[in-house]
């Protein structure tokens, strides 16, 4: 048991024979990966807090009342909308600006794993990865509201 | 309420969320609905969007740790990612049409899974298995940097079964999670854990991974129905970010066996106040 473990912690672990290798879950593609999670959900994090930051120092008095929910969609609802609450500077646009990059960073992590298993020439995966990003898309797009 | 106290009473709730959930590996989610719903009085649509934002930011912010360290399947987390995101879809859409109350049940439900699944010891993960033939095609087997009794670290095997019977409890998962705004890891848990048999540590690091994809699916569909409300999911999201992030760094330093038994103690009077909530409403 001691000779085996001594003998095993230098040495690679032992690979069965039939086993695959697995390019996408080495070290550098993992990097590029985790420095995309980071610096999307950073930058998401930063414009939600400017227009938090905004909203408390110039934002309007008026009370929240989130006890009923309000079925008839705003502005903000739509990415078009959020734009142009941008341009005017309205802090509540700017932090919906911040939530739909938060939203969108996952769809960026999935694009970034199509990416490595193009260039590893994985093509399952690629089909796999394909069909995911179709249906976030198709979410993110607004499908399945009715 | 006037909304400079409201945003810095739910900042500060949304930081005690985050880090609990992280602490004790429940998620964010099954704290923040009853935190809006109990203490905000919030109504449970505005709720479950803000939690499925928070829920996103957590498991980003958590999900490049764990990729960077290697414990994160990607293959797996990508095909399972079609059954969590086509049921996170079916869920959204569902939640559309049926009365808060359900939700208000269904999220009851969910929390009360969610406590027993914390309470209850992890099953030490089985011995060597014969290769499966759908993971085989699908190149699903592989290894992690397990902890060795003398320190060091060293890649270890491991092989993958039920393929199918997992992506089916994943689809559940995408349905449950995109309902009440969870990210429903004990669902996901249950299916790689105890049906796929991946070892604990990569079976709870890709469903972090996977959490955030699908999660986003239904907040794209909750934003266009305008459940996201800014002034709300502020607050929350980056209390729930932070909050997780601290969680992170003290849990390799805490005993979270009592905190955990604490907590699932609350989350389960929660469940249960949920329960009462949603059957008074259908009555």
């Known amino acids: ?146 | 309420m006037d909304p400079v106290p409201f945003t810095l009473l739910l900042l500060a709730g949304s930081v005690a969320a985050g880090f609990l959930g992280a602490l004790t590996g429940l998620g964010g989610g099954v704290v923040i609905v009853p935190l809006l719903v109990m203490v905000f009085g919030v109504d449970m649509r505005y709720a479950i969007g803000a939690s499925l934002i928070a829920v996103i930011a957590t498991s980003s912010g958590s999900a490049a740790a764990y990729v960077r360290d290697g414990f994160t399947n990607v293959r797996i987390g990508v095909l399972l990612e079609v059954a969590t995101v086509l049921g996170a879809l079916t869920g959204a859409y569902l939640a559309g049409l049926v009365d808060t109350s359900v939700l208000a049940l269904i999220f009851g439900g969910a929390v009360l899974w969610s406590a027993w699944g914390a309470i209850k010891p992890p099953k030490p993960h089985g011995p060597e298995l014969e290769p499966d033939r759908i993971a085989t095609r699908l190149k699903l087997d592989s290894s992690f940097p397990q902890k060795q009794p003398d320190g060091t670290k060293k890649d270890t095997f491991y092989r993958v079964r039920q393929v199918p019977g997992g992506m089916a409890i994943m689809y559940g998962a995408g349905v449950l999670s995109a309902m009440v705004g969870i990210g429903s890891g004990i669902v996901k848990v249950l299916a790689m854990d105890r049906v796929m048999r991946l070892p604990f540590k990569v079976s709870t690091t890709t469903s972090n991974f996977m959490i955030g994809v699908t999660a986003a699916a239904s907040a794209g569909v909750y934003f266009h129905r305008g459940q996201i409300d800014p002034v709300m999911c502020a607050p929350v999201v980056l209390g729930a970010l932070a909050g997780s992030l601290l969680g992170a760094r003290v849990l390799p330093r805490v005993n979270v066996k009592w905190l955990r038994l604490l907590f699932a103690t609350v989350i389960t009077i929660a469940g249960v106040r949920f329960i009462i909530r949603g059957v008074e409403g259908l009555l």
């Open chain 1, 1 to 146: 048991m001691n000779e085996q473990k001594s003998n095993t912690s230098t040495a690679p672990a032992p690979r069965p024979p039939d086993a695959p290798r697995q390019p996408i879950n080495q070290p550098g593609s993992r990097h590029i990966l985790a420095r995309v999670i980071t610096a999307g959900t950073l930058a998401a994090a930063a414009v939600t807090l400017l227009g938090v930051v905004l909203f408390l120092v110039t934002g309007s008095r008026e009370p929240v009342n989130y006890a009923t929910f309000d079925e008839s969609p705003g502005p903000l609802a739509t990415v078009r909308g959020v734009f142009r609450g941008v341009l005017d500077l309205d802090p509540k646009a700017i932090i919906q600006l911040g939530v739909v990059l938060l939203i969108l960073t996952p769809a960026a992590r999935v694009a970034c794993t199509l990416i490595q298993f193009i260039i590893e020439r994985d093509k399952l995966y690629i089909a796999v990865t394909l069909i995911v990003l179709a249906i976030l898309i198709y979410g993110l797009a607004g499908g399945a509201v009715h």
